[in-house]
């Protein structure tokens, strides 16, 4: 069964510029990719979406090659306040109308001061 | 209302019991999803309703498991004799169609004794 897949975790500094890359090898072609993060006892929260290239905005940037087989989410200047999950989404369509979403394994980022 | 809206937010039951898990999406809204999710895991995909087609169910765990979708708006996730391992939180969430970004409730945090 297709999956997507994550690094389980990983660590940082204030400031610094943090990329987490998913792979996404069986992705269909008129899925989106969708990046969320998650803090403890709440819903994930839509961070960024993107179709291909290069996607930006007032968070974070979205960077998807040619074969869309993976994407790579990028914090830039991570803060404290950061320090969550985050998961990779894409769609998956098993040949018929659903849309089934998939949740990445997520990546817990820890921000140190 | 504001945004998607999870009832009750805990749940205590003992094991063999029924429980029923309320989830109010944003007005408009046409897809709906739930996920569950055990401590410290990832989303694990229940079930997906896009306006009026046949729900894709491929995610419910058991035959104990069911959800609906009354005219097109709230949805109810009744587990029948509820079992140790569904302690979990259930998160619903709600979007404007397919590949649109999802809105999560905060989720019903089900504890079986």
């Known amino acids: 069964l297709a999956k997507t897949t994550q690094p389980i975790s990983m660590d940082s500094y204030e400031g610094q510029e943090v990329n987490i890359t998913c792979s996404h090898n069986n992705i269909a072609t008129n899925d989106y990719i969708t990046w969320y993060q998650q803090f403890p006892s709440q819903g994930p929260r839509f961070i960024i979406q993107?179709?291909?290239t290069k996607v930006t905005n007032e968070v974070a940037s979205l960077f998807i090659p040619a074969d869309r087989k993976s994407s790579t989410l990028s914090l830039p200047r991570v803060s404290l306040s950061d320090t969550a999950v985050y998961y990779c989404?894409?769609?998956?369509?098993?040949?018929?109308?659903?849309?089934?979403?998939?949740f990445g394994t997520g990546t817990l980022l820890a921000v140190q001061p | 209302g504001a945004g998607v809206s999870q009832s009750p937010s805990n749940k205590v039951t003992e094991k063999g019991k029924d429980v029923e898990l309320r989830c109010d999406p944003i007005?408009?809204?046409?897809?709906l999803y739930w996920y569950r999710q055990s401590l410290g895991q990832g989303l694990e995909f229940l079930i997906y309703f896009q306006g009026n087609s046949a729900p894709d169910k491929s995610g419910l765990p058991s035959d104990r498991f069911s959800a609906e979708r009354t005219g097109g708006s709230v949805s109810t996730l009744t587990i029948q004799r509820t079992q140790q391992e569904d302690s979990a939180v259930y998160l619903c969430?709600?979007?404007?169609?397919?590949?649109?970004?999802?809105?999560f409730g905060s989720g019903t945090q089900l504890s079986v004794l």
């Open positions: 993107g179709y291909k």
């Open positions: 989404l894409v769609g998956f369509n098993y040949g018929g109308a659903t849309n089934k979403l998939i």
């Open positions: 969430a709600s979007s404007l169609g397919v590949n649109e970004k999802l809105f």
């Open positions: 007005s408009g809204h046409t897809a």
